[in-house]
Protein backbone atom coordinates (compact mmCIF):
# COMPACT_ATOMS: atom_id res chain seq x y z
CA UNK A 1 0.00 0.00 0.00
CA UNK A 2 2.32 3.20 -1.50
CA UNK A 3 2.03 6.14 -3.06
CA UNK A 4 -0.22 6.20 -6.31
CA UNK A 5 2.76 6.39 -9.43
CA UNK A 6 -0.15 7.30 -12.19
CA UNK A 7 1.39 11.27 -11.92
CA UNK A 8 4.84 9.63 -12.13
CA UNK A 9 6.59 9.48 -15.93
CA UNK A 10 8.38 6.55 -15.86
CA UNK A 11 11.07 6.43 -18.90
CA UNK A 12 11.88 2.76 -18.71
CA UNK A 13 12.75 -0.38 -16.71
CA UNK A 14 16.35 -1.11 -16.21
CA UNK A 15 16.93 -5.13 -15.09
CA UNK A 16 19.49 -5.34 -11.76
CA UNK A 17 19.01 -9.35 -11.31
CA UNK A 18 16.74 -11.80 -12.31
CA UNK A 19 13.80 -10.58 -9.66
CA UNK A 20 14.87 -7.40 -9.33
CA UNK A 21 14.13 -4.09 -11.29
CA UNK A 22 13.63 -0.36 -11.21
CA UNK A 23 12.27 3.02 -12.19
CA UNK A 24 13.86 5.89 -13.94
CA UNK A 25 12.41 8.90 -13.33
CA UNK A 26 11.52 11.43 -16.26
CA UNK A 27 12.18 15.16 -16.37
CA UNK A 28 8.36 15.70 -16.54
CA UNK A 29 8.35 14.18 -12.93
CA UNK A 30 10.73 16.84 -11.79
CA UNK A 31 8.71 19.55 -13.56
CA UNK A 32 5.62 18.11 -12.11
CA UNK A 33 7.14 17.82 -8.15
CA UNK A 34 8.35 21.72 -8.84
CA UNK A 35 4.76 22.57 -9.16
CA UNK A 36 3.26 20.72 -5.82
CA UNK A 37 5.65 21.94 -3.75
CA UNK A 38 6.49 25.52 -4.76
CA UNK A 39 4.68 26.82 -1.94
CA UNK A 40 5.56 24.45 1.18
CA UNK A 41 9.40 24.77 0.67
CA UNK A 42 12.61 27.32 0.58
CA UNK A 43 13.62 28.57 -3.23
CA UNK A 44 17.43 28.27 -1.38
CA UNK A 45 20.18 31.15 -2.65
CA UNK A 46 22.27 30.66 -4.83
CA UNK A 47 25.55 32.62 -3.35
CA UNK A 48 28.95 33.28 -4.20
CA UNK A 49 31.61 31.07 -2.36
CA UNK A 50 34.13 33.61 -0.96
CA UNK A 51 36.47 30.89 -0.55
CA UNK A 52 36.84 31.29 -4.46
CA UNK A 53 39.04 34.01 -3.96
CA UNK A 54 42.00 31.42 -2.74
CA UNK A 55 41.04 28.86 -5.44
CA UNK A 56 41.14 28.22 -9.06
CA UNK A 57 37.59 27.29 -9.47
CA UNK A 58 34.23 29.83 -9.95
CA UNK A 59 32.14 28.37 -6.95
CA UNK A 60 28.52 29.24 -5.81
CA UNK A 61 26.82 27.46 -3.44
CA UNK A 62 23.58 25.60 -3.35
CA UNK A 63 22.09 26.57 -0.11
CA UNK A 64 19.99 23.71 1.07
CA UNK A 65 20.61 23.95 4.48
CA UNK A 66 18.67 27.17 4.59
CA UNK A 67 15.44 25.13 4.30
CA UNK A 68 13.39 25.07 7.12
CA UNK A 69 14.77 21.91 8.71
CA UNK A 70 17.40 22.35 7.58
CA UNK A 71 18.29 19.99 4.65
CA UNK A 72 16.81 19.04 0.58
CA UNK A 73 14.96 16.29 1.97
CA UNK A 74 12.48 18.74 2.52
CA UNK A 75 11.52 18.08 -1.43
CA UNK A 76 11.07 14.72 -1.56
CA UNK A 77 9.05 14.36 1.88
CA UNK A 78 6.69 17.37 0.51
CA UNK A 79 6.53 16.01 -3.27
CA UNK A 80 5.33 12.53 -1.65
CA UNK A 81 2.70 14.00 0.82
CA UNK A 82 1.43 16.20 -1.86
CA UNK A 83 1.15 13.55 -4.78
CA UNK A 84 -0.07 10.70 -2.26
CA UNK A 85 -4.05 11.54 -2.20
CA UNK A 86 -6.30 12.42 0.02
CA UNK A 87 -6.50 9.40 1.97
CA UNK A 88 -3.06 10.00 3.14
CA UNK A 89 -4.21 12.19 5.84
CA UNK A 90 -5.86 9.04 7.26
CA UNK A 91 -3.85 6.80 6.71
CA UNK A 92 -0.55 8.35 7.88
CA UNK A 93 2.91 7.94 6.70
CA UNK A 94 5.59 5.44 8.07
CA UNK A 95 9.63 6.43 7.31
CA UNK A 96 12.89 5.19 8.50
CA UNK A 97 15.41 7.58 9.35
CA UNK A 98 17.89 8.68 11.44
CA UNK A 99 18.61 12.11 9.96
CA UNK A 100 17.60 14.94 7.70
CA UNK A 101 14.50 12.56 5.87
CA UNK A 102 12.81 11.79 9.47
CA UNK A 103 12.74 15.58 10.45
CA UNK A 104 11.54 17.00 7.01
CA UNK A 105 8.64 13.95 7.44
CA UNK A 106 7.58 15.34 10.71
CA UNK A 107 7.87 18.82 9.70
CA UNK A 108 5.69 18.47 6.33
CA UNK A 109 3.40 15.82 8.32
CA UNK A 110 2.60 18.35 10.83
CA UNK A 111 1.88 21.50 8.51
CA UNK A 112 -0.28 19.26 6.14
CA UNK A 113 -2.17 17.47 9.09
CA UNK A 114 -0.68 13.94 8.37
CA UNK A 115 -0.19 11.69 10.83
CA UNK A 116 4.21 10.42 10.76
CA UNK A 117 5.86 7.49 12.26
CA UNK A 118 9.43 8.08 12.48
CA UNK A 119 11.47 5.11 13.25
CA UNK A 120 15.41 5.38 14.03
CA UNK A 121 17.65 3.27 15.77
CA UNK A 122 18.96 3.49 19.09
CA UNK A 123 22.89 5.23 18.01
CA UNK A 124 20.46 7.96 16.60
CA UNK A 125 20.83 11.73 18.35
CA UNK A 126 18.77 11.58 21.24
CA UNK A 127 17.67 15.95 20.14
CA UNK A 128 16.39 14.46 16.55
CA UNK A 129 14.09 11.83 18.49
CA UNK A 130 12.71 15.41 21.05
CA UNK A 131 12.34 17.25 17.61
CA UNK A 132 10.61 14.94 15.93
CA UNK A 133 8.39 14.36 18.96
CA UNK A 134 8.05 17.90 19.53
CA UNK A 135 6.52 18.30 15.51
CA UNK A 136 3.89 15.97 16.66
CA UNK A 137 5.47 12.83 15.27
CA UNK A 138 5.64 9.65 16.84
CA UNK A 139 9.02 8.03 17.65
CA UNK A 140 9.81 4.10 17.65
CA UNK A 141 13.31 3.79 18.71
CA UNK A 142 14.15 0.20 17.03
CA UNK A 143 17.36 -1.92 16.38
CA UNK A 144 21.20 -1.01 16.34
CA UNK A 145 21.04 0.02 12.93
CA UNK A 146 19.35 1.52 9.78
CA UNK A 147 18.92 -1.40 8.38
CA UNK A 148 17.38 -3.06 11.23
CA UNK A 149 14.81 0.36 11.70
CA UNK A 150 14.20 0.23 7.97
CA UNK A 151 13.43 -3.77 8.06
CA UNK A 152 10.72 -2.70 11.18
CA UNK A 153 9.10 0.45 8.97
CA UNK A 154 8.74 -2.14 6.41
CA UNK A 155 6.74 -4.09 8.94
CA UNK A 156 4.63 -1.46 10.06
CA UNK A 157 3.87 -0.77 6.30
CA UNK A 158 3.14 -4.03 5.93
CA UNK A 159 0.65 -4.63 9.53
CA UNK A 160 -1.05 -0.83 8.62
CA UNK A 161 -2.40 0.95 6.42
CA UNK A 162 0.41 3.25 6.52
CA UNK A 163 2.56 5.03 3.38
CA UNK A 164 5.91 4.21 3.34
CA UNK A 165 8.63 6.38 2.58
CA UNK A 166 11.77 5.83 1.48
CA UNK A 167 14.69 8.16 0.16
CA UNK A 168 14.34 5.70 -2.98
CA UNK A 169 10.98 6.72 -3.76
CA UNK A 170 10.19 7.88 -7.16
CA UNK A 171 8.45 10.73 -5.65
CA UNK A 172 10.71 11.62 -3.26
CA UNK A 173 13.75 12.06 -6.08
CA UNK A 174 11.42 13.88 -8.08
CA UNK A 175 10.84 16.36 -5.47
CA UNK A 176 14.83 16.21 -5.06
CA UNK A 177 15.29 17.01 -8.46
CA UNK A 178 14.09 20.42 -7.92
CA UNK A 179 17.53 21.47 -6.47
CA UNK A 180 18.47 20.74 -10.42
CA UNK A 181 15.94 22.82 -12.03
CA UNK A 182 16.55 25.72 -9.23
CA UNK A 183 20.26 26.43 -10.24
CA UNK A 184 20.05 25.83 -14.05
CA UNK A 185 17.57 28.90 -13.36
CA UNK A 186 19.53 31.15 -10.76
CA UNK A 187 22.70 30.36 -12.67
CA UNK A 188 22.26 29.42 -16.44
CA UNK A 189 25.65 29.65 -17.00
CA UNK A 190 26.28 26.50 -14.54
CA UNK A 191 29.37 24.48 -16.24
CA UNK A 192 29.60 21.52 -13.46
CA UNK A 193 27.32 21.03 -10.62
CA UNK A 194 28.84 18.66 -7.62
CA UNK A 195 26.30 16.72 -5.30
CA UNK A 196 26.70 14.63 -2.30
CA UNK A 197 25.47 11.58 -2.07
CA UNK A 198 23.76 8.77 -0.22
CA UNK A 199 21.44 6.77 -1.23
CA UNK A 200 21.76 8.50 -4.63
CA UNK A 201 18.51 10.61 -4.44
CA UNK A 202 19.32 13.83 -4.59
CA UNK A 203 22.24 13.10 -7.15
CA UNK A 204 19.25 11.39 -9.48
CA UNK A 205 16.96 13.85 -9.62
CA UNK A 206 19.12 16.75 -9.58
CA UNK A 207 21.37 14.98 -12.79
CA UNK A 208 18.12 14.74 -14.73
CA UNK A 209 17.27 17.99 -14.58
CA UNK A 210 20.29 19.77 -15.05
CA UNK A 211 21.19 17.61 -17.99
CA UNK A 212 17.78 18.20 -19.46
CA UNK A 213 17.99 21.79 -19.12
CA UNK A 214 21.86 21.98 -20.30
CA UNK A 215 23.29 19.35 -21.95
CA UNK A 216 26.73 20.53 -21.36
CA UNK A 217 26.54 20.42 -17.83
CA UNK A 218 29.12 18.16 -16.25
CA UNK A 219 27.47 16.38 -13.10
CA UNK A 220 29.17 14.91 -10.34
CA UNK A 221 28.67 12.72 -7.61
CA UNK A 222 30.76 13.20 -4.25
CA UNK A 223 30.40 10.88 -1.37
CA UNK A 224 32.76 10.27 1.51
CA UNK A 225 35.97 7.49 1.37
CA UNK A 226 34.42 5.48 4.39
CA UNK A 227 31.40 4.47 2.91
CA UNK A 228 31.92 4.74 -0.44
CA UNK A 229 28.27 3.47 -1.97
CA UNK A 230 27.92 4.48 -5.18
CA UNK A 231 31.51 4.19 -6.58
CA UNK A 232 31.02 0.38 -5.53
CA UNK A 233 27.50 0.37 -7.02
CA UNK A 234 28.97 1.86 -10.22
CA UNK A 235 32.18 -1.07 -10.35
CA UNK A 236 30.12 -3.76 -9.48
CA UNK A 237 27.43 -2.89 -12.22
CA UNK A 238 24.51 -2.85 -10.01
CA UNK A 239 23.83 -1.84 -6.19
CA UNK A 240 25.42 -3.65 -3.55
CA UNK A 241 26.34 -3.23 0.10
CA UNK A 242 29.45 -1.62 1.59
CA UNK A 243 30.67 -1.81 5.53
CA UNK A 244 29.23 1.45 7.37
CA UNK A 245 31.79 3.24 9.21
CA UNK A 246 31.77 6.00 11.66
CA UNK A 247 32.32 9.55 9.70
CA UNK A 248 31.96 12.74 9.62
CA UNK A 249 29.81 13.12 6.80
CA UNK A 250 26.86 11.94 8.87
CA UNK A 251 23.82 11.11 6.27
CA UNK A 252 25.81 9.49 3.66
CA UNK A 253 26.53 6.05 5.39
CA UNK A 254 23.94 5.12 3.17
CA UNK A 255 24.76 0.72 3.18
CA UNK A 256 23.45 0.34 -0.11
CA UNK A 257 22.90 2.63 -3.11
CA UNK A 258 19.16 2.80 -4.07
CA UNK A 259 17.67 0.66 -7.13
CA UNK A 260 15.91 3.66 -8.55
CA UNK A 261 18.82 6.33 -7.96
CA UNK A 262 21.33 3.82 -9.20
CA UNK A 263 19.32 3.02 -12.25
CA UNK A 264 18.61 6.79 -13.13
CA UNK A 265 21.92 8.03 -12.54
CA UNK A 266 23.63 4.61 -14.53
CA UNK A 267 25.30 5.68 -17.90
CA UNK A 268 24.83 9.15 -17.26
CA UNK A 269 26.53 10.23 -14.45
CA UNK A 270 30.21 12.41 -15.68
CA UNK A 271 32.24 11.12 -12.63
CA UNK A 272 32.14 10.06 -8.95
CA UNK A 273 34.25 11.34 -6.45
CA UNK A 274 35.35 9.63 -3.26
CA UNK A 275 36.51 12.38 -0.76
CA UNK A 276 38.97 12.05 2.53
CA UNK A 277 37.56 12.19 5.75
CA UNK A 278 40.40 15.02 6.50
CA UNK A 279 38.54 17.07 4.34
CA UNK A 280 34.88 17.12 5.22
CA UNK A 281 36.43 18.33 8.57
CA UNK A 282 37.92 21.29 6.46
CA UNK A 283 35.27 22.16 4.54
CA UNK A 284 32.87 22.33 7.48
CA UNK A 285 35.19 24.61 8.96
CA UNK A 286 35.73 26.72 5.68
CA UNK A 287 31.99 27.54 5.59
CA UNK A 288 31.98 28.89 9.48
CA UNK A 289 35.21 30.60 8.84
CA UNK A 290 34.56 32.01 5.43
CA UNK A 291 30.96 31.79 4.41
CA UNK A 292 30.06 31.87 7.69
CA UNK A 293 27.59 29.34 6.98
CA UNK A 294 26.60 25.83 9.56
CA UNK A 295 26.57 22.86 7.43
CA UNK A 296 26.45 19.08 8.30
CA UNK A 297 29.96 17.14 7.24
CA UNK A 298 27.92 15.41 4.73
CA UNK A 299 26.40 18.60 3.28
CA UNK A 300 29.45 19.95 2.16
CA UNK A 301 31.46 16.78 0.41
CA UNK A 302 30.66 18.68 -2.38
CA UNK A 303 32.80 21.92 -1.71
CA UNK A 304 35.40 19.31 0.29
CA UNK A 305 35.92 17.74 -3.42
CA UNK A 306 37.06 20.77 -4.60
CA UNK A 307 39.53 21.90 -2.15
CA UNK A 308 40.88 18.19 -2.06
CA UNK A 309 41.53 18.67 -5.61
CA UNK A 310 39.63 15.72 -6.76
CA UNK A 311 38.51 17.51 -9.95
CA UNK A 312 41.65 19.82 -11.47
CA UNK A 313 39.64 19.89 -14.97
CA UNK A 314 37.20 22.01 -13.65
CA UNK A 315 39.11 25.05 -12.64
CA UNK A 316 38.49 28.39 -14.17
CA UNK A 317 34.89 26.93 -14.70
CA UNK A 318 31.30 27.85 -12.74
CA UNK A 319 30.88 25.06 -10.48
CA UNK A 320 28.01 24.67 -8.54
CA UNK A 321 28.56 22.97 -5.22
CA UNK A 322 24.92 21.51 -3.36
CA UNK A 323 25.43 22.06 0.57
CA UNK A 324 22.59 19.83 1.12
CA UNK A 325 22.43 19.72 4.56
CA UNK A 326 22.80 21.90 7.81
CA UNK A 327 21.39 19.30 10.57
CA UNK A 328 24.73 18.76 12.59
CA UNK A 329 24.86 18.76 16.15
CA UNK A 330 26.46 21.01 18.45
CA UNK A 331 29.18 18.20 19.76
CA UNK A 332 29.73 16.97 15.99
CA UNK A 333 30.00 20.48 14.91
CA UNK A 334 33.06 21.24 17.47
CA UNK A 335 34.27 17.91 16.72
CA UNK A 336 34.42 18.78 12.86
CA UNK A 337 36.25 22.18 13.60
CA UNK A 338 39.00 21.19 15.44
CA UNK A 339 39.73 18.23 13.50
CA UNK A 340 39.73 20.57 10.32
CA UNK A 341 42.54 22.62 12.78
CA UNK A 342 44.04 19.95 12.89
CA UNK A 343 43.87 19.25 9.02
CA UNK A 344 45.14 22.55 8.15
CA UNK A 345 47.94 22.28 10.47
CA UNK A 346 46.52 25.20 13.03
CA UNK A 347 46.51 23.14 16.16
CA UNK A 348 49.97 22.31 17.30
CA UNK A 349 50.29 19.79 19.74
CA UNK A 350 53.53 19.29 22.20
CA UNK A 351 55.31 17.95 24.72
CA UNK A 352 57.91 19.65 26.60
CA UNK A 353 60.16 19.91 29.81
CA UNK A 354 59.99 23.04 31.77
CA UNK A 355 61.46 23.79 35.77
CA UNK A 356 58.79 22.51 38.58
CA UNK A 357 58.93 25.75 39.88
CA UNK A 358 56.34 28.97 40.08
CA UNK A 359 57.85 30.12 36.47
CA UNK A 360 57.89 27.21 34.68
CA UNK A 361 54.63 27.32 33.12
CA UNK A 362 54.18 31.18 33.26
CA UNK A 363 57.19 31.03 30.70
CA UNK A 364 56.51 28.86 28.71
CA UNK A 365 52.74 30.57 28.42
CA UNK A 366 54.71 33.98 27.80
CA UNK A 367 56.54 32.29 25.01
CA UNK A 368 53.03 30.84 23.01
CA UNK A 369 51.77 34.71 23.63
CA UNK A 370 54.64 35.84 22.29
CA UNK A 371 54.05 34.41 19.14
CA UNK A 372 50.13 35.33 19.05
CA UNK A 373 49.07 31.43 19.60
CA UNK A 374 46.01 30.12 21.47
CA UNK A 375 47.08 27.89 24.58
CA UNK A 376 43.92 25.69 23.91
CA UNK A 377 45.01 23.12 26.83
CA UNK A 378 47.52 22.39 28.91
CA UNK A 379 48.67 19.79 31.49
CA UNK A 380 51.60 18.29 33.12
CA UNK A 381 53.09 15.18 33.48
CA UNK A 382 54.79 15.00 37.32
CA UNK A 383 54.97 11.03 38.28
CA UNK A 384 56.15 9.36 35.54
CA UNK A 385 59.66 11.49 34.76
CA UNK A 386 62.46 9.50 34.79
CA UNK A 387 65.33 11.96 34.79
CA UNK A 388 65.24 15.78 36.54
CA UNK A 389 62.97 15.22 39.73
CA UNK A 390 63.05 19.42 39.42
CA UNK A 391 62.04 19.00 36.29
CA UNK A 392 57.78 18.04 34.80
CA UNK A 393 56.64 17.75 31.29
CA UNK A 394 54.15 19.98 29.89
CA UNK A 395 51.49 18.80 27.37
CA UNK A 396 50.16 21.63 25.55
CA UNK A 397 47.83 22.32 22.51
CA UNK A 398 47.80 25.47 20.72
CA UNK A 399 46.34 27.25 17.95
CA UNK A 400 47.61 28.87 15.41
CA UNK A 401 46.28 31.20 12.35
CA UNK A 402 47.76 29.42 9.26
CA UNK A 403 50.48 26.88 8.39
CA UNK A 404 53.09 29.58 8.43
CA UNK A 405 52.20 30.62 11.66
CA UNK A 406 52.64 27.22 13.22
CA UNK A 407 56.50 27.02 11.49
CA UNK A 408 57.47 30.08 13.10
CA UNK A 409 56.14 29.21 16.42
CA UNK A 410 57.60 25.55 16.24
CA UNK A 411 60.64 27.70 15.06
CA UNK A 412 60.83 29.03 18.40
CA UNK A 413 59.38 26.79 20.76
CA UNK A 414 62.52 24.45 19.43
CA UNK A 415 65.04 27.33 20.21
CA UNK A 416 63.77 27.85 23.66
CA UNK A 417 62.98 24.22 24.45
CA UNK A 418 65.47 21.97 22.79
CA UNK A 419 63.87 18.77 24.11
CA UNK A 420 60.27 19.59 22.84
CA UNK A 421 58.19 16.57 21.03
CA UNK A 422 55.64 17.85 18.44
CA UNK A 423 53.52 15.64 17.49
CA UNK A 424 52.65 15.16 13.84
CA UNK A 425 49.08 15.50 12.62
CA UNK A 426 48.61 13.03 10.10
CA UNK A 427 46.23 14.26 6.94
CA UNK A 428 45.46 10.75 6.14
CA UNK A 429 44.43 9.71 9.96
CA UNK A 430 41.75 11.90 10.69
CA UNK A 431 38.80 9.82 11.79
Same mark, same amino acid.
Given at each position: ???????????????????????????????????????????TPLCI?????????????????? %???????????????????????????????????????????????????????????????????????????? &??????????????????????????????? $?????????????????? $???? #????? =???? =?? +?????????????? &???????????????? =????????? #????????APCAG????ATIKG????? +????????????????????????? &?????????????????????????????????? %????????????????????? #???????????? $?????????????????????????????????????????????? *??????? #??????????? *???
Open positions: MGATRSDIDLVYLVSLGDDESSNVLSFNAINKAAERISGGIVRAKISKSMDYDIYLKCENL %QYTGSCAERGILNFMMAAGADIKSRGVVVASQGALALAAAYHGHCLGIPVTVVMPERASPSLAYRCSDLGAKVVVC &GDSLEQAVTYANKLYKETEQFYVSSDDLLVI $AGLGTVGLEVIAQLPETE $ALLV #PVAAG =GLLA =GT +LVAAKMLKCSCLVY &GVECSRVPTMLRALQV =GRPVEVPTA #PTLAEGLDPNAFRLDRM +LVVDEAWVARAVLALVERERLVASG &GGVVALAALMQGLAPELRGKRVVCVISSGNIESG %QLSRAIQRGLGAESRLVRFAV #PVPDTCFGLKDL $ATAIANQQAILKSLTTEQVWVTNDVNVIWANVVVETVNEEHTTALK *DYIRNLY #PCVRFVLYDLE *DKH
